[in-house]
């Protein structure tokens, strides 16, 4: 199958799936998009199509209060949006176009997370079902965004002018993300575990700065790798400098 299906988790939560050849394969990656941005682009479709050829189930979840999903976004945490895709493909579930059935029998979870998505998915690690967890330019402190180009206010502004109701943000969302308690890894350690966690950053990102992740790395032992160049990194899992170290991360190795 080369192209994506879609369903529904929690009756709100609208996310696009492929399935690998073999529907008894009980491993599953799931991506978690950045934001503000559209997640059908960034190239997940082609991350995708190559990891279901591998033969894992991917997911590509909309956070509710985004694009086509219900609800408010940070009226509860994305890190909840995650968890609720986990719970819901060991369950039946539904591809909206053909209503066909799927269920995956234990699944064996992986965590794919970009920028914004970074917290979602190290907010996930302790879940008994993930395995792995791998972030690009992860999101880990919000309270140090105003040093960067991108600073709450300025982002809370854009998003409403730039992107209307693909975000519907709770009233008081972004004030709950600016005082850095909610859905931020540095103030929320022990849901992390640093053993099934692997970072990727580069030095010259000015959007999502490096420091804020050494700190949390020394405090958690999450394993990071920094590279000198790159900018602001997207779900950049199949670029040559990272593809080999994601694919040893995931077997275990």
């Not at 059908?40 to 209060?65: D, M, N, Q, T, V």
Request: net charge positive.
């Amino acid at each position: 199958m080369s192209h994506l299906l879609r369903t529904r988790f929690k009756n709100e939560i609208v996310c696009e799936f492929l399935p690998p050849k073999n529907l008894k394969s009980n491993n599953v990656i799931i991506f978690c998009a950045g934001m503000p941005t559209y997640p059908g682009k960034g190239g997940y479709e082609a991350l995708a199509i190559h990891f279901s050829k591998k033969g894992y189930w991917c997911f590509i979840p909309r956070y509710r209060g985004s694009w086509e999903s219900e609800g408010e976004m940070f009226k509860e945490s994305p890190e909840k949006d995650v968890s609720d895709v986990i719970e819901g493909v060991s369950k039946v579930f539904v591809d909206a176009w053909e209503g066909k059935n799927f269920v995956v029998e234990k699944p064996e979870i992986y965590i794919f997370g970009s920028s914004f998505g970074g917290p979602a998915a190290l907010l996930n690690s302790r879940n008994t079902q993930v395995k792995k967890v791998i972030c690009f330019s992860p999101v880990i402190d919000w309270t140090t965004m105003e040093g960067t180009i991108e600073p709450i206010p300025k982002m809370s502004t854009f998003v409403k002018e730039a992107f209307g109701m693909g975000y519907r943000i709770s009233k008081d969302g972004w004030k709950k993300i600016e005082k850095g308690k909610f859905y931020n890894p540095a103030t929320e350690q022990e849901k992390i575990d640093a053993s099934k966690c692997l970072i990727f950053h580069a030095k010259d990102d000015d959007i999502v700065l490096l420091d804020p992740l050494l700190d949390f790395t020394k405090s958690t032992g999450v394993k990071t790798y920094v590279v000198k160049t790159g900018g602001h990194l997207g779900m950049a899992i199949l670029e040559k400098r990272f593809y080999k170290k994601c694919i040893k991360f995931l077997s275990g190795k």
